[in-house]
């Protein structure tokens, strides 16, 4: 099997934010006198399958087998790592919280009530990759809606900004609806970087949005290549867009003789559809050149 690490850099324009996990998340409206402007973002996804048709494939970061912990140290050193939740099992909370507010979240239009709890808390290492899961080892841990990055301990500044961005989350909802968009500039005012989990099909994927431009294609690679993973850059976000698509580009633009030969072997039917309409554009042109030397 082949473990694969896939990433995007694109932008926001909280207006107008755009699709999600075809069809299976989509934003909160947000404030409607919040203010305007765009975020960068790159997102982040993994997949593990047999060949380039990808039909096999179970997706999600955490299939990439790259650290969520690693990850975020490589790409903003020197910082530290909060989890946040907006409704917190209060029976299952992390330790060292530095916020937390007991409140009541309404279910179903206010039919069933339950006691929850809205944190945030200091997380690193292995506890990344666990609270995006919500367990550990199989038994159940904190599960976390996000987290920030953060050079200073957070204030109640940030704690308001992220009430904005997933305050009216309703994540039983189909589709989910877990963040506003037009609160992310706000929460970047009190942050380096929010990573939201955006919703993959078999996991979430780490959207890390930052109000500069996050050039860090290299940073991706050897990450990837560190934790065994072949690094796959998408022209869209990876929870949009197809595997074999994207492979089958790649493979387009693969240098042989400088990387050796591509590390994902064909299918047994030469590729499926993409490699089937490479097949074509090759025959064509075959034709084309057998034309002009007649």
């Not at 159940?140 to 961005?165: N, S």
């Not at 994902?264 to 034309?291: F, K, L, M, T």
């Amino acid at each position: 099997m082949i473990r694969a690490f896939g990433y995007c850099n694109d932008t926001v324009d909280t207006a107008n934010p755009g699709r999600l996990c075809r069809g299976r998340e989509r934003w909160l409206d947000g404030l409607p006198d919040a203010e305007h402007g765009v975020v960068f973002r790159t997102i982040t996804s993994g997949a593990v399958f047999s060949d380039d048709s990808a039909r096999d494939a179970k997706r999600g970061f955490r299939h990439s087998g790259v650290p969520a912990g690693a990850l975020l140290g490589a790409l903003f050193p020197r910082t530290r790592v909060f989890a946040f939740a907006h409704a917190g099992d209060p029976l299952c909370l992390p330790p060292g919280m530095v916020i937390e507010e007991d409140w009541t979240y309404l279910r179903h239009g206010g039919v069933q009530e339950r006691p929850v709890v809205r944190w945030i808390a200091p997380v690193e290492g292995a506890e990344l990759d666990d609270m995006m899961a919500g367990e550990r080892d199989g038994v159940a841990c904190p599960r976390a809606d996000g987290f920030v990055v953060l050079e200073d301990e957070p204030t109640q500044e940030l704690a308001d900004a992220l009430y904005h961005l997933c305050g009216f989350a309703s994540p039983d909802g189909q589709p989910a609806e877990l963040y506003a968009a037009t609160a992310l500039p706000e929460v970047l005012e009190h942050a380096v970087a929010v990573v939201l989990l955006h919703l993959d099909k078999h996991g979430p994927g780490l959207a890390i949005c930052t109000a500069e431009p996050l050039e860090a294609d290299d940073t991706f690679r050897r990450v990837a290549e560190e934790a065994g993973a072949f690094p796959v850059p998408f022209a869209i976000p990876p929870m949009l867009a197809r595997w074999d698509r994207a492979l089958y580009e790649m493979r387009l633009d693969w240098d042989a003789d400088a990387h050796g030969e591509f590390p994902v072997p064909p299918a047994d039917d030469a590729g499926g559809r993409w490699s089937a309409r490479s097949r074509r554009i090759g025959q064509v042109r075959e034709e084309e050149n057998e034309a002009g030397e007649e």
